[in-house]
């Protein structure tokens, strides 16, 4: 297949997209770099999370992770500028092939980056990620910078204000350095292309190999970080949209728990029937800035009223040796390749070393669960998608976000709402006898961009309706040499121990090795 006959938007190919000088001047401004750093709203999770030391040993500045880069340019060892540089000259050296970012703002960025070592010769550190350069999807808001939501109707779209989890990571010292494509509202797509894509942008490649898919509806996100073009970026996930591209790219993902992380400032936001589904979370190459990001990412904005003030408990408490793991091998919807069936046996077999009680088992309903949520996505005849369209001015939207499916009754409606409320119930009532689960993130590895949609996604989407937190992170290769995802499954807002044995994992999957682009 030639890879050029993939659809492709005109503002889409060649290197980085940089904002219009239109857009550029309604940023923030280069000279307020200094104080806009010292004046970002701060959420209290950010005020609370110290600075993260690290384990990895990495020596490249592209390839290290946010929390050792951070403590290197707190240590005065690597500067900001110097980081900020490296990155966007890998943008410019991969995204020609990639289409992963979208938008840029790199005077901007190096602007805040001499401020942030500015900062550290003054004495003063701006937070957990001093200095880090970061990515952002597009269906954040990012002040200044265009958010376009994938959708014709905010091409030109510049907030005024960060979403919050952007603005808590620029409060704890992140810089942004540009917009990750996603398709339209995370929700669209087009037959015959399995990766993120969009009217305005076109299609994002996977960086192992730039014929297969980056999987959606993160699919920048996790494209740009697997290829070294960011330490770090903020993703969502309606039904596996961080996880599918941690899976795809071979990074680390996480979608949090139900009431974790504000949804405020995203283009699909909060409230409704699908409010429990929709969660903001990071993906990274190291499991230990999942926790570094999340953490600060956290907590009540007095906005999204489904945030909870819970804690954030330590991984580093977690004894292994004293867990109750469930595993399965295949959810008896998607059945998975030998070699991810392998990975997951692997980290079974991993965890009972270490003293854990391990048996496998898969929770009930999960068939009946996986077609539930197709159905009430389904139930006002997409009327809500519609709404949203219409919201932002979009006239013309991707092919699949179509207005006219059969609607159901209000009758109906309820019965389906009580029907998933049953089946949360009853996988909770299982839930109790395990402390986590190990299980596939898809049924295989990222398959060719122009081919037959796996459906496959039922690996993750369940995880959505019970909104327990799930985290993805590189287990294995396929024979392709495309990267296998490992899922990790914690109760509710127990973060700490799907982190816990996600590091030992990591640890024991050993380093896989990076794109070679």
Known sequence: MNSSSLPLSSASRGASVRPSRRGFLRSAGLGAAGSLLGTLAVGSSARAAAPATSDDTSTEIIWMSASRLAQLIREKKVSSTEATRAYIQRIQAVNPTLNAVVKTCFDRALAEAKAADDAVASGRTLGPLHGVPMTIKDLLDTAGVVSTGGTLGRIDYVPAADATAVARARAAGAILLGKTNTPEFTL??????????????????NPHNPLHSSAGSSGGAGSIVAAGGAAFDIGSDFGGSIRGPAHANGVAGIKPSTGRVPRTGHIVDYGGIFDAYQQVGPLARRVEDLVLVTRVISGPDGKDAAILPAPFLEPAAVDLSKLRVAFYLSNGVSAPTAETQAMVKRAADSLAALG?????????????????????RQADGNQWMKRLAEKVGSRTVAPSLKFSAPASTSAELIALLQEQDRYRRAMTSWFKNYDVILCPANAGPAPRIQSARDGSMSYTAIYNISGWPALVLRGGTSPEKLPLGLQVVGRPLREDVAFAVALHLERAFGPFPHPVL
Do not use: K
């Not at 669209?188 to 490649?205: A, C, E, F, K, Q």
């Open 188 to 205: 669209s797509g087009v037959d015959g292309i399995t990766s993120t894509w969009n009217l305005i942008y076109g299609v994002t490649r």
């Open 356 to 376: 854990a009680t391990v048996r496998e088992d898969l929770h009930p309903h999960y068939r009946e669960a996986v077609e539930l949520r197709t159905r009430l």
